[in-house]
């Protein structure tokens, strides 16, 4: 795994020591760390040519504002969407899922509507559509998965029908890492609810995995700067063009509009009537420096160095007595998720953390799947083109002293 090793000394944050150990980041699914280049494009921008997008004739703002234009384009390429108008820039997953709840649910969703969903969401993927449900009459449906983690493809037809209007389900879950079978599953659902719309949460599918909004055929598609080696602050939400065009607004502003008059407003056309006030400048031209590294190492390079460190981490994690691994799903990104007896994952946390290995421990913000394996929390470890086979040994040397620690 020599590629990942090169990989690391373009990310500042993994130089360093922590606890007297040299830091191993197995947090990645929560955020993932940044390239060198990434830090400078937006320190470039803050020290060369900071201003504003759209407003100004100036030489500053033209510059970034083309540069701004360019960074849709690239991400609309990246994810092979037809143009960069179906590119809206909006805080993260959480608000791109949120912006579609409430245009696109509030304007749609009738009373005994249906919204399908997976008990594998993340909760950013739940309770947005509780809420916009709630406020329409509208119910939630939800397919379950299986021990191993699957989701039960043969309860979809029992599941959908003229009632659901929209589907919402996840690329990869954050929890236990099953990849869904969107490939499979989307077709079924054109066939039994033609008119439900359907989107893709790709949080944890865009930084890991080839994904083309064209073959998925998905109407909406999201997912975070911040997991894809970009800065915080800035998402995306990727939407078909004659599905934008016919959503209203849902915030209101500068920048969304076409004519304000105190009688009455016209809007803008996507993606301008998503993006109401300043956007964060900054945030997208780091995304697109994000976007260029990941282009520069090629996205299949990423999966095949992520599949292999899933392996070998697999592997070793299974010969640690007393750790049981959740779920072992058909295909599984580059996360696991185990615990050890009945020790607390918390403890079991602090103990790696003290030989410099960070895990998350908690329900990962994925509590019903939590409840589906009857457990209160896990660990989870989770990989990124920069994670090295070092860093699985340091952890599961932790782990072993946890468990000698806690269990004997
Ligand atoms: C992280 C994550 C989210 C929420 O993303 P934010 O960046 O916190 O808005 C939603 N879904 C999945 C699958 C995630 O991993």
């Not at 054109?190 to 949460?201: F, Q, S, V």
Request: hydrophobic share 40%; proline share 6%; aromatic share 8%.
């Amino acid at each position: 795994m020599a590629k990942s090793i090169e990989l690391r000394s373009q990310f500042p944050v993994l130089s360093q020591s922590v606890n007297g150990h040299p830091l191993a980041f197995l947090d990645s699914a929560a955020t993932t760390q940044k390239p060198l280049c990434v830090i400078e494009a937006m320190s470039d921008f803050y020290k060369t040519h900071y201003s504003s997008v759209k407003r100004g004739a100036y030489a500053l703002s033209a510059k970034t504002s083309q540069k701004f234009e360019e960074a849709r384009s690239k991400i609309a390429k990246f994810i092979d969407a037809p143009s960069e108008s179906n590119i809206v820039f909006t805080k993260g997953t959480t608000e791109s899922i949120n912006l579609v709840a409430w245009s696109y649910g509030l304007a749609n969703l009738e009373p005994e509507d249906e919204i399908l969903i997976s008990v594998l969401e993340h909760h950013a993927n739940i309770v947005p559509w509780q809420i916009a449900g709630k406020e329409r009459g509208a119910k939630i449906k939800v397919i379950p998965c299986d021990d191993n983690g699957d989701l039960q493809i043969p309860e979809l037809s029992a599941l959908i029908h003229e009632k659901t209007k929209i589907v919402a389900l996840t690329h990869t879950a954050n929890s236990i890492g099953t990849i869904t079978p969107l490939q499979e599953i989307i077709p079924i659902i054109r066939k039994l609810a033609p008119k439900a719309k359907i989107l893709i949460d790709a949080a944890q599918g865009a930084p890991h995995s080839k994904i083309s909004v064209k073959d998925l055929d998905c109407d909406f598609l999201v997912f975070s700067g911040h997991k894809i080696y970009g800065p915080t602050g800035v998402g995306i939400l990727y939407g078909k063009s004659e599905v934008l065009e016919n959503m209203p607004p849902w915030q209101g502003g500068g920048e969304m509009i076409e004519q304000v008059r105190f009688e009455g407003t016209t809007f803008a056309p996507p993606p301008a009537r998503f993006e109401a006030g300043t956007p964060p400048v900054a945030e997208v031209l780091g995304l697109s420096a994000a976007i260029d590294w990941v282009n520069e190492i090629g996205i299949d390079n990423i999966s095949a160095c992520e599949e292999q460190i899933t392996a070998y981490a697999l592997a070793k994690l299974q010969k640690i007595e007393g750790l049981q691994i959740i779920g072992s799903p058909k295909n599984r990104g580059a996360i696991i998720s185990f615990i050890i007896g009945k020790i607390h994952p918390h403890d079991v946390a602090m103990i790696l953390d003290e030989e410099g290995v960070a895990v998350r421990a908690g329900h990962h913000c994925a509590q019903p799947v939590m409840e589906r394996f009857g457990v209160p929390a896990t660990l989870r470890a989770s990989f990124a083109a920069y994670t090295a086979d070092w860093e699985i040994d340091n952890l599961c040397r932790g782990l072993e002293r946890a468990a000698r620690i806690f269990l004997y």
